[in-house]
């Protein structure tokens, strides 16, 4: 491990969190130089980044949810930034620290960035950057309008409680797919390219994704007769469960055009448009994680 120095870019709201005022103690006890700076409104996650980049921090640690960790991680790759990055989830959520195996224990977060950091990609869609996922369609709408008082008092099981409760809003979209070998049109229900596996508090959309092959995950589900059988299988969860509903595929890009226009979310950040074309920006970050996370395949 080089330097021992870091700079952790906190979400404003977590500033009394005594776990992480714990960890951070801890870690400078332990010969970290540890500095720590708020986040208060939209933009000073990338402030912030470059400010660090700027004084020479060779790691950056990003704590918050999965809104704050894509910002820092697309901040810090856009900057051509050449630090290493650390994840501390602090989500609600926190899907992409699930899947990849980071610890949600802010000490034991931490304590990666012991470990050497590993090239990992990034997802692109018309010039920003998602980390995680990119979700269309009903999923989407879910996330977009579970509350932060229901996601404070569920966790991650609001998500579900909101998509069974909206059920009677559903309808589908109708849109082309193509990406190499892969075309595909029709109406769909819900949309996941993932870098990562899974959105929207624990549905797994992706499951055999990778953060270090190149491609994007593709998961398409098909509009069906079976409304709330198909939306059931998607909410509840599970790799068998979404297979068995969905269109999939693994590419390294992929256009949508859907005639009437399509409301993205990259991990909690809202996208609209009616051409989108995605792509996988390869070993794009360096990123601290588990020796064994399930998201590393390549190595």
Same mark, same amino acid.
């Given at each position: 491990m080089g330097e021992r120095k870091a700079l952790l870019i906190l979400h404003g709201k977590q500033a009394q969190n005594e776990e992480v005022r714990s960890a951070v103690r801890a870690l400078r006890a332990d010969g970290w130089e540890l500095a720590v700076r708020l986040t208060w409104e939209g933009g000073d996650a990338a402030r912030l980044v470059q400010e660090?980049?700027?004084?020479?921090?060779? /790691? $950056?640690?990003? =704590? =918050?949810?999965?809104?704050?960790?894509?910002?820092?991680?697309?901040?810090l790759v856009l900057a051509d930034g050449t630090a290493s990055l650390a994840l501390l989830p602090l989500g609600t959520a926190n899907d992409f620290a699930h899947a990849a195996d980071?610890?949600?224990?802010?000490?034991?977060?931490?304590?990666?960035l012991e470990f050497e950091p590993q090239p990992i990609d990034?997802? *692109?869609?018309?010039? %920003?950057?998602?980390?995680n996922m990119a979700t269309g =369609?009903? =999923?989407?709408?879910?996330?977009?309008? /579970?509350?932060? *008082?229901?996601?404070? $008092?569920?966790?991650?099981?609001?998500?579900?409680?909101?998509g069974l409760s909206r059920f009677a809003e559903v309808h589908s979209s109708f849109g082309r797919f193509r990406g190499p070998?892969?075309?595909?049109? #029709?109406?769909?229900?819900? $949309?996941?390219?993932?870098?990562? !596996? %899974?959105?929207?508090? #624990? @549905?797994?959309?992706?499951? @055999?994704?990778?953060?270090?092959?190149?491609?994007?995950?593709i998961c398409i589900v098909p509009a069906s007769p079976d409304v709330v059988g198909t939306l059931g299988t998607l909410l509840s969860g599970g790799m068998l469960g979404v297979e068995s509903v969905?269109?999939?595929? !693994?590419?390294?890009?992929?256009?949508?055009? /859907?005639? *009437?226009?399509?409301?993205i979310n990259l991990d909690g950040?809202?996208?609209?448009?009616? !051409?989108? !074309?995605f792509a996988a920006r390869a070993g794009a970050l360096r990123l601290h994680l588990p020796r064994d996370s399930g998201l590393l395949g390549c190595r």
């Amino acid at each position: 491990m080089g330097e021992r120095k870091a700079l952790l870019i906190l979400h404003g709201k977590q500033a009394q969190n005594e776990e992480v005022r714990s960890a951070v103690r801890a870690l400078r006890a332990d010969g970290w130089e540890l500095a720590v700076r708020l986040t208060w409104e939209g933009g000073d996650a990338a402030r912030l980044v470059q400010e660090a980049l700027a004084a020479g921090y060779p /790691t $950056l640690i990003a =704590g =918050g949810g999965d809104g704050t960790l894509r910002e820092v991680a697309e901040a810090l790759v856009l900057a051509d930034g050449t630090a290493s990055l650390a994840l501390l989830p602090l989500g609600t959520a926190n899907d992409f620290a699930h899947a990849a195996d980071i610890p949600l224990i802010p000490a034991e977060a931490l304590s990666l960035l012991e470990f050497e950091p590993q090239p990992i990609d990034l997802g *692109e869609v018309d010039g %920003q950057l998602f980390l995680n996922m990119a979700t269309g =369609g009903f =999923g989407s709408k879910v996330t977009a309008n /579970t509350s932060e *008082e229901l996601k404070s $008092l569920l966790g991650g099981a609001a998500y579900l409680l909101t998509g069974l409760s909206r059920f009677a809003e559903v309808h589908s979209s109708f849109g082309r797919f193509r990406g190499p070998d892969f075309t595909w049109e #029709g109406e769909f229900l819900a $949309l996941g390219i993932g870098n990562g !596996r %899974q959105a929207g508090g #624990g @549905h797994v959309l992706c499951p @055999h994704a990778r953060i270090d092959d190149g491609l994007l995950d593709i998961c398409i589900v098909p509009a069906s007769p079976d409304v709330v059988g198909t939306l059931g299988t998607l909410l509840s969860g599970g790799m068998l469960g979404v297979e068995s509903v969905s269109v999939s595929a !693994r590419l390294p890009w992929l256009e949508v055009e /859907t005639p *009437e226009g399509l409301d993205i979310n990259l991990d909690g950040e809202p996208l609209e448009g009616k !051409r989108l !074309r995605f792509a996988a920006r390869a070993g794009a970050l360096r990123l601290h994680l588990p020796r064994d996370s399930g998201l590393l395949g390549c190595r």
